[in-house]
């Protein structure tokens, strides 16, 4: 069995291989191979490579393992650990050239369901920047060679916060309503458009903390460990008024009671 630690490692050397791809195929241009859950959630055939990409090195490295893709589906293992990747998170943003977009590989233990699993590690390698956030459990959450904490306590000028809204025009109004509970906790709104660059701005202490509905399991796998490995607080609730589509919030501890409460509007 792996330890952790090498799992991190496996995940680093594929998420920065990943990353050089999307971020070539990137400079080549893109095309635009479908739509997801609407007209504006798109895929492009650079995401398709980008995971075969990570499935083939998987699949050669630990093929007793299960995978989780984004783009591929899910596929059982024998080991009980599950591989769950998000190839391009930020996809809008990475045919519209914001340079705002990451390679996310998480591996976990147990169901592939993320109440019912246990993170072990993950890497989100941003391929413009070059920045990559890893972590392992109980190895704490760095970026390269630097071990990062959340912010703790937060200013008493508020809290620097990200959120993200759905691609669903009639889920808006929800999300909407939901930033207007959140803002006397804040100093600010960021909106950057990847949930798992996000989630580790949240371990690196640039933002405050996070909240968002409707994530895929791809999209939180390895920016969650990040957040708790660096001293934080992650969660889910579902919503009445929104089921099957749950809020994640992620922060430091003593700021996280308050922006949850206010996030599900309890």
């Not at 999307?22 to 635009?32: D, F, M, P, S, Y």
């Not at 589906?73 to 050239?97: H, K, L, M, Q, R």
């Not at 909407?176 to 580790?200: F, N, T």
């Not at 708790?228 to 607080?233: D, M, V, Y």
């Amino acid at each position: 069995m792996a330890s952790a630690h090498e799992l991190e490692a496996l995940a680093i050397d594929i998420a920065r291989e990943a990353a050089e791809l999307a971020h070539r195929r990137r400079t080549e241009g893109v095309a635009i191979a479908a739509t997801k859950s609407s007209i504006a959630d798109i895929v492009t055939e650079a995401d398709r490579e980008v995971e075969d990409l990570i499935r083939g090195r998987l699949a050669a490295e630990r093929p007793d393992d299960g995978f989780l893709g984004e783009e591929s589906g899910a596929e059982s293992g024998a080991s009980g650990i599950t591989w769950v990747v998000d190839p391009i998170d930020g996809t809008v943003n990475y045919a519209y050239g914001i340079p705002a977009y990451a390679v996310s590989i998480a591996a976990v233990r147990g169901e592939p369901v993320p109440d019912r699993w246990e993170g072990l590690a993950g890497a989100v390698c941003n391929p413009v920047s070059g920045e990559l956030f890893h972590a392992s459990a109980g190895g704490g959450a760095w970026l390269g060679g630097e071990r990062l904490a959340v912010n703790e306590p937060v200013s008493a000028a508020g809290a620097l916060l990200g959120t993200g809204f759905g691609y669903d025009p009639a889920t808006h109004a929800g999300d909407i309503a939901r930033v207007a509970r959140v803002m006397p906790l804040a100093r600010d709104l960021r909106r950057i458009g990847a949930a798992s660059l996000d989630l580790c701005f949240v371990a690196a202490g640039r933002l405050d903390g996070y909240f968002e509905r409707g994530l895929n399991p791809w999209d939180h796998a390895a920016g969650a460990l990040l957040v708790t490995e660096a001293g934080g607080r992650f969660a889910r609730a579902e919503l009445t008024d929104d089921p099957g589509r749950p809020l994640f919030v992620a922060a430091g501890p003593t700021l996280f009671g308050g922006l949850f409460a206010a996030a599900v509007g309890s």
